[in-house]
């Protein structure tokens, strides 16, 4: 599982639900992409905090997941 930190939120990928629907990389285009079958993080430090949430919580089947920084799960 591939996580990065951006402020405060502590975001991870699970490679092994994505199926790559790209509603992530629709709503953050600036954060993540499409790479083969699974979605990858490009800068997510340029997006928001609510709009990486938001992008995050948009994947169809929970493959994004976040933490905040007392570490309870904001998504799914």
Same mark, same amino acid.
């Given at each position: 599982?591939?996580? &990065? *930190?951006?402020? !405060? =939120? &502590? $975001?991870? $990928? !699970?490679?092994?639900?994505?199926?790559? +629907?790209? !509603?992530?990389?629709?709503?953050? %285009?600036?954060? +993540?992409?499409?790479?083969?079958?699974?979605?990858? +993080?490009?800068?997510? /430090?340029?997006?928001?905090? /609510? &709009?990486? $949430?938001?992008?995050?919580?948009?994947? %169809?089947? !929970? @493959? =994004?997941?976040?933490?905040? @920084?007392?570490?309870? *799960? =904001?998504? %799914?």
């Amino acid at each position: 599982m591939e996580s &990065r *930190q951006v402020g !405060d =939120l &502590r $975001i991870a $990928i !699970d490679a092994s639900l994505c199926v790559a +629907f790209g !509603d992530c990389v629709t709503a953050a %285009p600036e954060a +993540f992409a499409v790479t083969g079958e699974t979605v990858t +993080f490009v800068e997510p /430090e340029r997006a928001t905090r /609510e &709009r990486l $949430i938001g992008a995050c919580d948009a994947c %169809p089947v !929970d @493959a =994004l997941l976040v933490w905040d @920084a007392a570490g309870t *799960q =904001l998504v %799914p």
